[in-house]
């Protein structure tokens, strides 16, 4: 009986001990299409907490129906200091375009993803031998799992890279279910838990009990795993009780005409005209935001339930030089030196 309760007693003391990293890999990822460039405000935040590497949106793929798979919001990448950081390509593929298609149409797009990044390389970056590492970034499901990864093996055979793909928390806890995908390595997103439409009452990019509901299990994940958090913010715009759009800048201006109707909730005290929306007066808004204290709980959670291996990229999403300003550069150091506590 000792001896039952004594194993207990270790057993119990083993999955409470927190998981340590040896070696963080500082990283950021860099999402928005306008012009890219490391002077500034973004180069330096990267030096201040030693930032080594840049997931950088090169662009999006979506379907048409005429024209078939094509590159949108393309990323105006300007020529970089190519020793300061290691970029790594990343390319946002709608689901959708993997839900009906024919091996041949996905050959067609592993070989345009690999082409247009080394165009980029090239011509717009002076990178003649290319980058390391590419990333895919698509919110797969079971019914279009077998689609995309054949494309994730065909842009390995094509490219001849690294490739890195995301994972949400779902195919991350139900491995047997969604499959693993056949990469390098993946990037764990762990945020935009939930619907933000359907769930009004948390916040949708960081619920710390729901990311503890799918980190339940602490099973080391077959392939090497990094870890990716939120840095940002955003405003849920509603109209008539319509959801209408998402504005992620000018939330400083926008509070001042905000009065407070519920947790999350505001309403808009007088109209507000912005550069691409008119807000009246009575609209709704739903303003989701990530505190430092959060974001730490939430690596608390993390560190007890995932088995990392001794060197793990740890990236903030993302570098924007207005979401960014809500942390101090302490804070976001912290949030690196936390996972090796």
């Known amino acids: 009986m000792k001896k039952i309760v004594l194993f207990a007693m270790l057993f119990g003391f083993l999955f409470s001990c927190s998981n340590k990293i040896k070696n963080v890999e500082k990283a950021f990822y860099y999402w928005k299409t306008n012009e890219y460039s490391l002077y500034g405000a973004n180069d330096s935040i990267l030096k201040k907490v030693g930032a080594t590497k840049l997931y950088v949106k090169f662009f999006e793929v979506e379907k048409n129906e005429v024209m078939g798979y094509i590159p949108v919001a393309k990323t105006q990448l300007s ?27 996905l050959d067609t797009l592993a070989d345009n993803v690999n082409f247009l990044i080394d165009k980029y390389s090239k011509n717009r970056l002076d990178r003649e031998n290319g980058f390391a590492e590419y990333q895919m970034d698509c919110d797969w499901t079971i019914n279009s799992k ?44 762990c945020y935009n838990l939930i619907n933000p439409i359907e769930n009004p009452k948390k916040n949708s990019i960081l619920d710390v009990e729901e990311l503890a509901s799918y980190l339940n299990v602490k099973t080391k994940y ?6 990716a958090l939120p840095i940002y ?28 109707t519920k947790p999350l909730w ?65 804070e976001i150091a912290r949030f690196y030196a936390d996972f090796s506590k």
């Open 146 to 189: 077998e689609n995309y990864f054949y494309f994730l093996k065909k842009l390995k055979e094509i490219s001849k890279k690294e490739i890195s793909c995301t994972l949400r928390l779902y195919p991350y806890k139900y491995p047997d279910k969604m499959g693993i995908p056949p990469v390098d390595k993946v990037t764990l997103m």
């Open 266 to 330: 505001y309403e808009l005290t007088e109209d507000v005209e912005l550069d691409d929306i008119y807000l009246r007066v009575g609209d709704k808004i739903k303003y989701e935001e990530i505190t430092a204290d959060e974001i730490e709980k939430a690596i608390e959670i993390i560190k007890k339930k995932v088995v990392f291996d001794d060197t793990t990229t740890v990236t903030l999403f993302h570098l924007d030089n207005e979401q960014i300003k809500q942390f101090s550069n302490e």
């Open 79 to 105: 020529t970089y200091n190519q020793d300061s950081l290691t970029i790594i390509p990343t390319v946002y593929i709608r689901n959708e375009v993997f839900l009906k298609s024919s091996k041949g149409s």
């Open 222 to 227: 077959p392939i090497h795993l990094d870890i």
């Open 233 to 260: 913010s955003w405003m849920q715009v509603y109209q008539n009780d319509r959801f209408v759009k998402v504005i992620y800048n000018n939330h400083g201006y926008i509070k001042k005409h905000l009065k407070a």
